[in-house]
Nanobody, 123 residues
Framework: QVQLVESGGGLVQAGGSLRLSCAAS????????MAWFRQAPGKEREFVAA????????YYTDSVKGRFTLSRDNAKNTVYLQMNSLKPEDTAVYYC????????????????WGQGTQVTVSS
């Protein structure tokens, strides 16, 4: 079992930055691929970014490429999503997810989910 706890969300003006963190329990964190998804009001949950267990591979949805950076620290059982140049359309609840399988961009591939953290970007 893996438990995930997100933090770092909040209210920021357009153009600003936030760093989300996802702390994981469990001794096998380093073997899990991790990802962030987000869900805006009235919309489907969508993929944001994913990182392989080693951190050697990372994928991003097109709308965040060049603005968001996903990283992980396996010694701290934590993944980080650095979000720069935030836009109002980035407003959503952001969820951290983990899978023991290979890195993936679809939510059905992920077995463990955090409770979510709200990100609100004002214009």
């Amino acid at each position: 079992q893996v438990q995930l706890v997100e933090s770092g969300g909040g209210l920021v003006q357009a153009g600003g930055s936030l760093r989300l963190s996802c702390a994981a329990s469990g001794r096998t964190f380093s073997s899990y691929a991790m990802a962030w998804f987000r869900q805006a009001p009235g919309k489907e949950r969508e993929f944001v970014a994913a990182i392989s267990w080693s951190g050697g591979r990372a994928y991003y949805t097109d709308s965040v490429k060049g603005r968001f950076t996903l990283s992980r620290d396996n010694a701290k059982n934590t993944v980080y999503l650095q979000m720069n140049s935030l836009k109002p359309e980035d407003t959503a609840v952001y969820y951290c997810a983990a899978t023991a399988l290979t890195i993936a961009v679809v939510d059905i591939s992920y077995d463990y989910w955090g409770q979510g953290t709200q990100v609100t970007v004002s214009s």
